[in-house]
Structures are given as C-alpha cells and as structure tokens.
C-alpha cells in the first residue's frame, strides 16, 4: 500500500468544558493522549484538574482522579466545594478520588502504573487526571528512568482509549524529556507590569492539532477556571455583513447636518475629548435613539448606572424608560484592575447575544491599563472594532485628549488606524468666554462640513451651534478653526 493512500480519521475530542480553552484548543483535549499541565504554586492545576473532571463527568464520562501529593483527599475535595461546578453527587458514581502516593511509596513506579491500569480499567474512565507529576520524577535517578516512566503512561492512555492529564508544578525546562514525548503540553502562570499581575495559560504543544498560540487571559472565580482567548487571535477575521450604505442619526440634529445625515452606517467612531466636555452626554445621546428593534449598548468605567440615569435627567432623555424596555443596556466595570480580553469578550458576547446594533464604549483608557502588553493595544481594538462591524454593530468610542484647549495638540495613536470616524470636543475661547467645541476631523468615504462649531448641553440635550472662521495665525482668544475646506471628503 502507498503511504500517500493512508487516510486516518479526524482524532476523537474530549473537551474541556472550559469554552475559552476547548475554543482555543480548536473543540477540546484529544482522546487516547496525554497532556501536562504545568505551572507554579498557586496558578490554578488543582482546580484545573478538578474542574476538567466534574466536566468530563458531567457529559456522561467517568473520570480516575489519583493525587500525589500530601494533602489529603478530604480536605482537597472540601476546598472546591465553594465553586460552582462541584457535584458531589458525581463522586464516587462517576468521579473517583484516588491517593497513589501510597501505592509509589509501597510498590515504587511500578505500582503506581497497576493502580492505574486496574482502577481505569474498572472504572470504565475515559479521564485520568494524574496530580503530583513532580513527586514521582523526584524518585528517578536519571532522566531515562523518567523518560521509561512516561512511555507507559502514553501506552496506557492508548490501551484504555482515555485522556491522560499530568499534573505538575516543576518548572523543568523544555527540553527535559517529558515534554518531548506526551502529546501537550499546557501551562498555566502569570505575568506582570509594575503592580498589575495577571494570570495566563499558554499552549506549548498540541501534537496533531492546530491550536491558538500565545498567552491567553485566565481568571479565578466562584465559577472556576475561566478562559478568554486573545481577542486580536480569535476576532476580526470574519467580513460579516461589510460596509452598509445610508446614515445613522448620533441623535444631535446640528451634528447630523454636518456629518451630511448622520454618521455612515455599521461604523467606528473615535470620540475624543477633554475631561467634562460631554463625551459621556454625546454617547447617552447616542443610544436615545435606540428602539427595542434598534438596541443599544453603554459599556463604561466611569459612570454607574445611577448616575448615567441622573445625567440622562439633565439632558431631557429618559434612561429608565429604555433600560426597562430593553431598548438599551448598560454594562459598567470600575476602572481598577480587569482583564482587557475578558473585557473584549464580554462586550462582544453581549452584542451577539443581545442583537445590539449601537455601542457606547465610554473609556478606552482603561482598556490600556488593562493589559500588561500595552503595546498590543493597537491589534486588539482593530480585532474588537471588526469584530462589531461584523455583527452589524456601529460604535463610539470615547479617549481623553491630552490637552483642555485647541485641536492641534490631540494625538490619536492606535485609534487612528482602527476608527473610520474621529469627532473630536474641546474647549476654546471665544471672545472673553469659554465654550465647548465640536469638530469633524474623518469621515468614512463621506463629505463632511469640517469647520468647528460651538455646542451647549443643556436640558434639551448636546446642541451645535454656528461655525467660526479659522482664528487668524498667532490668534490666542478664537475657536480653533480648519485646516481644511468647509466641505471635504475623507477616504
């Protein structure tokens, strides 16, 4: 037979029940493999190991769970009974606790590979989730010792068609022989920038499998492991429905008669803007337009509820009434500490989920502190921003300018690229008073009117008032005016 002929199979998945990381493993572990899970002290194994079992279990599977380590049986079991995917119905029906240091200590390896065998085989597993990898490789005198040991561990997962789940916490290098011969390798730890510190899991392998490679975000919650998979990895790729034709109100009349109807439809715009000029009243005017046919979504760091509902007040629209409709959401995480791709998930989940077709994204500062690669920024919001347009999403994104006064000043950065809109607010001086300003500076494939006009905010909301001329040069005391024509189109 010609080698060419062969055909084999797709391999057979066990997943994780971890939906970030079965999506990242492209549908879950393989059957009949074996897998290391390594990480230090802390990073999560033992929860990892447990929740992947009550999972497996869950679906109808049966799953040998033996540990190495001193703790007892007990007292493990007792600490994951806060978290929500604990059963203890499944223990012992189809979950089954196990100590094998026991039988390492009376047998040596050697006993430790029939307690296997036999209490799988009995059992019926398709899991078994071996946890203390490192005691046993602290009894080989050598490598080739250790390197023996898991060849039969490969050879048993495939005698018993199981998924085989090595726990350790040694932090050998990879090139110590282990690695070399399972079939995964997934470790779990955690970066830092300055005081920020963020937990990760990484595949290293994934022998006859693609996989998505890099770091991606991990957090520990009452719910367990939770896996999110690097946004500018997993988002962005899909055209969806592409550039629509016709225009979408912002809710502002002056504005839309400078836009020429309104901002292009399924678009990206960078709102930017001194502290308390009005990006956050802009974007509240935004989704006031928004319908239960036509929702809409506020996603922010700054505002709670309450007071995004005290401010629509003052702006002569009525939040309550659309949050109880359902014709708007409001989605709000405190500024501190937050995971940028758990944040880039959420949001994206709730406007497939919910049919969303405006978004408010009041902050992208936040999302920078979010992150302990700042200089990933950039992919990410390209792969979110697609990620909307796909989903026939039009959005605002908010960013502070660094300046209080004037136009000139305001760098865009990563949004540059990433919005097809850019309006930016400012404060300026005309005559002896101060007023706000709003000014279009790109417009998707679209005529604007690029001079920059006044606005008040009162109770009838944001409203543009007249344009002014561009100040004469060395002018200290005018509104900003436009390098550009009255009327431009930006491609």
Not at 4 to 32: F, H, K, M
Not at 206 to 212: I, T
Not at 420 to 431: D, H, K, M
Request: proline share 4%; net charge neutral; charged share 20%.
């Amino acid at each position: 037979m010609i080698i060419g002929d062969l055909q084999s199979a797709p391999r057979e998945r066990c997943p994780t029940g971890l939906i970030g990381l079965d999506n990242v493993l492209g549908g879950g572990l393989l059957r009949d493999a074996v897998f290391i899970v390594q990480g230090s002290p802390g990073s999560g194994k033992t929860i990892f190991g447990n929740q992947v079992a009550f999972n497996v279990a869950r679906r109808g599977g049966r799953v040998l769970y033996l540990t190495m380590v001193g703790e007892s049986l007990g007292r493990m079991v007792g600490q994951l009974s806060n978290l929500s995917f604990y059963n203890p119905s499944e223990i012992m029906k189809s979950l089954f606790y196990l100590s094998g240091y026991s039988a390492i200590a009376r047998d040596g390896v050697d006993g430790l590979l029939e307690l296997i065998a036999v209490e799988a085989r009995g059992h019926e597993v398709s899991m078994v989730v071996l946890d203390g990898l490192f005691v046993v490789s602290e009894i080989f005198d050598s490598d080739q010792d250790f390197r023996k040991f898991i060849n039969a561990l490969t050879h048993q997962a495939e005698l018993l068609r199981c998924t085989m789940l090595l726990m350790t916490n040694s932090a050998r290098t990879s090139s110590s022989p282990e690695y070399a011969m399972v079939d995964g390798w997934i470790e779990l730890g955690t970066s830092h920038r300055g005081r920020l510190s963020c937990r990760f899991i990484e595949i290293h392998k994934f022998r006859g499998s693609d996989f998505v490679s890099g770091r991606h975000s991990l957090s520990i919650t009452n719910d367990g492991i939770v896996v999110y998979p690097r946004v500018e990895a997993v988002m962005g790729f899909d055209p969806g429905r592409g550039i629509q034709d016709g225009r979408l109100t912002t809710g502002i009349d002056g504005l839309d008669k400078m836009l020429r109807g309104g901002l292009p439809n399924v678009s990206t715009t960078l709102l930017t803007g001194a502290p308390g000029v009005g990006k956050t009243s802009f974007g509240l005017q935004f989704l006031s337009r928004c319908t239960t046919d036509h929702r809409g979504l506020y996603f922010g760091f700054y505002e709670t509820v309450e007071r995004l509902i005290v401010k629509t007040r003052t702006l002569g629209i009525d939040l309550e009434a659309l949050l109880e409709s359902g014709a708007v959401r409001i989605i709000w995480y405190p500024p501190t500490e937050n995971l940028i791709d758990e944040l880039g998930h959420r949001l994206v989940n709730h406007v497939r989920d919910h049919h969303i077709r405006r978004v408010v994204l009041d902050g992208i500062g936040p999302l920078h502190r979010a992150t302990p690669e700042a200089e990933n920024i950039g992919g990410f919001l390209a792969a979110l921003t697609n990620e909307l347009r796909a989903l026939g999403c039009s959005a605002i994104l908010t960013a502070e300018s660094p300046t209080l006064e004037g136009g000139s000043e305001v760098t865009f950065g990563d949004m540059s690229a990433v919005a097809e809109n850019i309006i930016t607010l400012q404060y300026a001086q005309v005559e002896t008073a101060e007023h706000r300003t709003i000014k279009v500076l790109k417009l998707r494939d679209s005529t604007f009117d690029a001079a920059t006009h006044t606005i008040r905010i009162s109770s009838a909301g944001l409203q543009v008032g007249k344009a002014h001329r561009r100040p004469a040069p060395g002018s200290r005391h005018s509104v900003p005016g436009s390098p550009r024509a009255a009327s431009e189109v930006d491609r």
